[in-house]
């Protein structure tokens, strides 16, 4: 890891950001985007499947909940007034054509679009970074991919992952402490919503040690 290159800030302007549920950008970019002091959000979903058999919410109420939670991570990372734009997509259920076709309207020639890996593990993250490659594709903007769920599977010199296009963005100790602040306004991730089974944590202590890095890796 130590040997990754560091990844060059000067030409990120305002980065478009897509996250394919709500908390994926701040595990995977937060302390860029706090290191930026700038970015536009697309959260396609509002998540709303992370507990599909919940006996304390609905998925309509969860879907409430994880979107307040965004604008919540945003303004304690300084960016209260980013745009977010929301597609509405069902979680789990991503449709990649109409997906592309928001992106390529939102982009332009070397804008940065940085969205999770097309090979990360879960189905609306590679269908994400699939939309997005696309879009960059036929837009000419600069396609970035971070991993997710990658660090749960890989290992390090996976051959499965392109660790040759790895870069990484060091973090400063306020922007760490801001990304740790951002993660907790997400409760309902973070936290049981109520003591059954279906209610539990679904980013428990050990999940999230390995978004605590001093720094964030970026496939270029």
Not at 37 to 54: C, F, K, Q, W, Y
Not at 76 to 84: F, I, K, P, Y
Not at 167 to 178: E, G, S, Y
Request: with cysteine; glycine share 8%; net charge negative.
């Amino acid at each position: 890891m130590a040997e990754w290159p560091e990844l060059p800030l000067g030409e990120a302007g305002t980065p478009l950001i897509v996250a394919p549920h709500p908390d994926d950008e701040i595990l995977g970019v937060a302390g860029l985007m706090a290191t930026l002091g700038r970015a536009e959000l697309v959260a396609v979903t509002d998540g709303e499947a992370s507990h599909p058999g919940s006996t304390v919410h609905t998925q309509a109420e969860l879907a409430l909940i994880r979107r307040a939670e965004t604008d919540e991570a945003l303004r304690r990372l300084g960016l209260a007034d980013a745009v977010v734009h929301r597609p509405g997509q069902p979680d789990g259920k991503i449709d990649e054509e109409a997906l592309t076709e928001v992106l390529t309207g939102l982009l332009s020639p070397g804008r940065w679009c940085l969205a999770t890996w097309r090979e990360d593990g879960h189905p609306d993250h590679e269908a994400v970074g699939r939309a997005a490659a696309r879009a960059c594709e036929a837009t000419g903007a600069v396609l970035l991919e971070y991993p997710i769920w990658t660090w749960h599977w890989s290992a390090p010199e996976d051959p499965r992952v392109p660790w040759d296009r790895a870069f990484r963005v060091p973090l400063a100790r306020n922007v760490r402490d801001a990304k740790q602040a951002a993660i907790e306004a997400f409760p309902s991730q973070i936290a049981p919503l109520g003591p059954e089974p279906a209610d539990a944590a679904i980013l428990p202590p050990h999940v999230l040690a390995r978004f605590a890095r001093p720094f964030e890796v970026i496939f270029r």
